[in-house]
Nanobody, 121 residues
Framework: HVQLVESGGGSVQAGGSLRLSCAVS?????VAWFRQVPGKAREGVAS?????????YRDDSLKGRFTISRDSAKNTVYLEMYGLEPGDTAMYYC?????????????????WGQGTQVTVS
């Protein structure tokens, strides 16, 4: 039974930072972070592969402010976010799949966490 449990969300002021954690039970090739605001489609943020640890970001603007990483010993994937902007306000989800390719679109991710809210004011 695969479980992903997110934590670390909260409310911060613009310019602040947060670190989200995703505890993953069981090995999965690719773990990613997504975010969603009500009324909009879920969008990718970043993903990281195992065991190599190759990272992917949806676009360069996120890559400059967000960093995805993992601690294999703890089976945890992190998303460090700096310089947060009100536009980053969303529910953040981690997701995983066991396919060959790692990417940042939601299709194909078969395991999802419940999400953690990030609010930037």
């Amino acid at each position: 039974h695969v479980q992903l449990v997110e934590s670390g969300g909260g409310s911060v002021q613009a310019g602040g930072s947060l670190r989200l954690s995703c505890a993953v039970s069981g090995y999965r090739h690719c773990v990613a972070w997504f975010r969603q605001v009500p009324g909009k489609a879920r969008e990718g943020v970043a993903s990281i592969s195992s065991p190599v640890g190759t990272t992917y970001y949806r676009d360069d603007s996120l890559k400059g402010r967000f960093t995805i990483s993992r601690d294999s010993a703890k089976n945890t994937v992190y998303l460090e976010m700096y310089g947060l902007e009100p536009g980053d306000t969303a529910m953040y989800y981690c997701a995983a799949h066991s396919g060959v390719y790692c990417y940042t679109v939601p299709i194909g991710y078969t395991f999802w966490g419940q999400g953690t809210q990030v609010t930037v004011s």
